[in-house]
């Protein structure tokens, strides 16, 4: 307020500007109100705090509105491209996802086929373990058949055809399993029959050693096999020996002869429980398996011949001949011997 009174003071020289204006409501605007009649004054420069003129403000304001309508348009455009920019994101990222459980899904499946094919493989090995534990005991035996490998063969070539397919390699077990249990069964059914047996024959005797207990005797009242033979082997039950009824009784039949035509008979058990070391023996008897037949008891059982003198008293004698009026030689002995220690129940190694 001490200014204000300072500049008034030369001003009050003057009697008509010696009063302020009624009007004026402040004190402090008086000067300039006064100044500015006086038309060859300068205007008195305008303080920068001085309130705006109506119109500029109202310029002021509409560009305002302008820049604010402009910056919320951008933002709008901003924050709808934004919009677009995240929910493309989320797709992606939806996308991805779904993907990657896709994939995710495809290799547990891919692992459950594996396990299932594993377990499949590891029931495959166990059924073949089950069948080398029951052929086991029975390598030696002199009958190949007890144990037919091709079969086996025929069934690990499969396996392994199918090793991607469980189906087809559970069949591949159970067939396993019942070829197992065929070859069990047998064994017990042929060692039952033999154990069974009891004619108390010379020819019972003969075949139970040596046949190590699997070959039967049979003796026969039906004549099966026909008028002159003395006894046979059926290809359809190759474990059993069918002896003639009357060859127990027949004045011309020894125990002697009885023994060699077990041998005989025998050799028949062999030819087919091995059929291909016969078949490649055989060549060597011109195919003819009695005579081969009849060679194995010239080979193996001491002073056997196929002629004999049965005594009827002291001073007359049968003359008789067994079987098949061919003495075999040297050489077809030693294929005998060869032919036996070729034969019966090996180990074979399948699948390797
Ligand atoms: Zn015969």
């Known amino acids: 307020m001490t ?6 003071s030369p001003v009050s020289s003057s009697p008509a500007a010696a009063e302020p204006p009624p009007s004026e409501p402040s004190p402090g605007f008086a000067t300039p109100a006064t100044v500015s009649s006086d038309p060859g004054g300068a205007p008195p ?9 109506r119109s500029k403000r109202m310029r002021r304001s509409r560009t305002s509105v302008v820049v604010l309508a402009v910056l919320l348009a951008v933002a709008v455009a901003i924050g709808g491209l934004g919009f677009v920019w995240v929910a493309t994101q989320l797709q992606e990222a939806r996308t991805q996802i779904s993907d ?14 594996q396990q299932e094919m594993i377990d499949r493989k590891e029931q495959f090995g166990a059924a073949m373990g089950d069948l080398y534990a029951t052929v086991d005991p029975l390598v030696g035996l ?14 690990a070539d499969r396996a392994w055809i199918h090793r991607r397919n469980p189906a087809a390699l559970d069949q591949d077990v159970a067939d396993l399993t019942r070829l197992t249990s065929e070859i069990s069964a047998r064994s017990a059914g042929v060692a039952d029959q033999a154990a069974s047996n009891a004619s108390g024959t010379v020819w019972e005797t003969t075949l139970d050693r040596l046949g190590r207990g699997w ?4 003796v026969d009242e039906s004549a099966p096999c026909g008028t002159t033979a003395l006894a046979c082997v059926s290809s359809t ?43 490649d023996a055989l060549a060597a008897f011109g195919g003819d398996v009695e005579t081969m037949a009849d060679c194995y008891a010239l080979t193996f059982l001491d002073g056997w011949s196929l002629a004999h003198e049965v005594a ?13 009026g061919y003495t075999c030689d040297a050489g077809q002995r030693q294929v005998i011997r060869d032919w036996v220690d070729r034969l019966g129940v090996t180990r074979q190694v399948v699948g390797g």
């Open 142 to 155: 002199p009958y190949s058949t007890i144990v037919p490998w091709y079969r086996v063969e025929d069934l």
């Open 45 to 53: 420069p305008e303080p920068e705090d001085a309130p705006l003129p």
């Open 3 to 8: 200014g204000h009174l300072e500049r008034a």
């Open 237 to 279: 039950a190759p474990f059993t020996v069918h002896v003639q009824a009357d060859s127990q009784t027949d004045p011309t039949v020894t125990d002697w002869i009885r023994t060699g035509a077990a041998y005989h008979e025998y050799a028949h058990v062999l030819q087919l429980t091995n059929p291909q070391p016969t078949a």
């Open 100 to 113: 990657q459980q896709r994939q995710i899904s495809d290799q547990q499946r891919r692992l459950d086929e």
């Open 312 to 324: 009827i008293d002291e001073f007359s004698y049968y003359e008789v001949d067994v079987g098949y």
């Open 215 to 218: 070959v039967s005797t049979v």
